[in-house]
């Protein structure tokens, strides 16, 4: 059976319902990617890696993982810390404002629980992704051994999946974010870039630039995702420029490249071509940007994929 581990940060999602009542769901870029990615694809073992609480929330978070029929075998629940929380406001010019509580996460610990037990029951896996988010919020010190355990996970023959998603508050600097984005591409096998994250960090200013610049790694696969203008792939010295629809009604561009990612991903694990792995990925994407909210509604964002045949 095909198998993929996602590891990243859940959050709790707070906004407003009315002038004294929160609603709150869940939702964070890795595990977004998992959730479009197993509604496509549900013959794949879809796993998510990460660290939560033991607290009333992180159950419920949890439960959701169990809902969206997610693996949580790797789900740890910390003793003492809780899941990592925002709060989402929307203005009337429908600019977008985030407060965060996930300083003291337990995400920022799940490295910790990668014992090499753990490690060497990952080594099942085809495919393990990860982003620049988790990247960022696990422990400094615990970043070498990071790097260590996803070199045994390569070395057993998984492959390494990266998407930078780079989040500037969530480093100390530009240098420190460079150094580690190295190394997560000098590791990994395929790599997921938008062309906005890597022109905050390395001046690109556009998706051929991008895919130039991935050339000085050792990637075999390359997708670079460009917003409505179009998605760039490189397989080998194969370069392919596919367009994209513009979607018209867009509603909130959350979670666009998370699903992008997501069913891009399951549809190269089920052994569809880059050409229709995009497609696939950019209906998704163009439909979860139609909907409020990081994860679209379960039977609309179904529908949707019917017309492409998922
Ligand atoms: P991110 O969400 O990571 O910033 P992009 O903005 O490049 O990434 O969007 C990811 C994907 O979402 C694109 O590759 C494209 O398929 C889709 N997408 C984004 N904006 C639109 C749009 N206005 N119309 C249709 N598809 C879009």
């Not at 769901?25 to 660290?51: E, H, L, Q, W």
């Not at 607290?55 to 949580?72: A, G, I, N």
């Not at 997560?184 to 390395?202: C, K, M, R, T």
């Not at 998704?284 to 017309?307: D, W, Y």
Request: proline share 3%; net charge negative.
């Amino acid at each position: 059976m095909t198998k993929i581990f996602f590891l990243g940060e859940c959050m709790v999602e707070l906004r407003e319902l009315d002038d004294s009542t929160m609603g709150h769901s869940f939702a964070g870029d890795v595990y977004n990617s998992a959730v479009y990615m197993k509604r496509c694809f549900p013959t794949i073992t879809v796993s998510m890696i990460t660290a939560i609480g033991r607290d009333r929330l992180s159950e419920k978070m949890l439960s959701r993982f169990k809902s969206e029929d997610l693996d949580t075998q790797f789900v740890f629940q910390h003793p003492s810390k809780v899941a990592g929380m925002y709060f989402i406001e929307t203005d009337s010019a429908g600019e977008r404002r985030f407060t965060y509580w996930r300083n003291d996460s337990a995400a920022k610990k799940v490295v910790q629980f990668l014992t090499d037990d753990v490690v060497e029951q990952l080594t099942a896996a085809d495919m393990f992704f990860f982003s620049g988010i988790p990247l960022a919020i696990i422990d400094e010190d615990s970043r070498d051994a990071f790097w260590q355990k996803l070199a045994r996970l390569k070395q057993a023959g998984v492959k390494l999946v990266f998407d930078p998603n780079y989040r500037a508050q969530l480093w100390a600097s530009k240098d420190a974010a460079i150094e580690q984005f190295n190394k997560a591409f000098q590791i990994s096998d395929i790599a997921l870039p938008g062309v906005e994250d890597l022109s905050v960090l390395y001046g690109i200013a556009s998706a051929e630039e991008a895919l130039d610049f991935c050339q000085q790694y050792q990637l075999e696969e390359m997708v670079v995702k460009n917003g409505p203008q179009s998605v760039v792939t490189q397989i080998g010295t194969e370069r392919h420029s596919h367009q994209i629809t513009p979607v018209t009604n867009v509603v909130d561009t959350t979670s666009a490249g998370d699903a992008f990612n997501g069913v891009y991903l399951g549809a190269r694990l089920s052994g569809r071509s880059v050409f229709e792995a995009v497609q696939l990925g950019a209906k998704a994407a163009g439909t979860v940007i139609q909907h409020p909210g990081a994860i679209a509604p379960l039977a609309a964002f179904k529908q949707a994929m019917s017309e492409v045949g998922i």
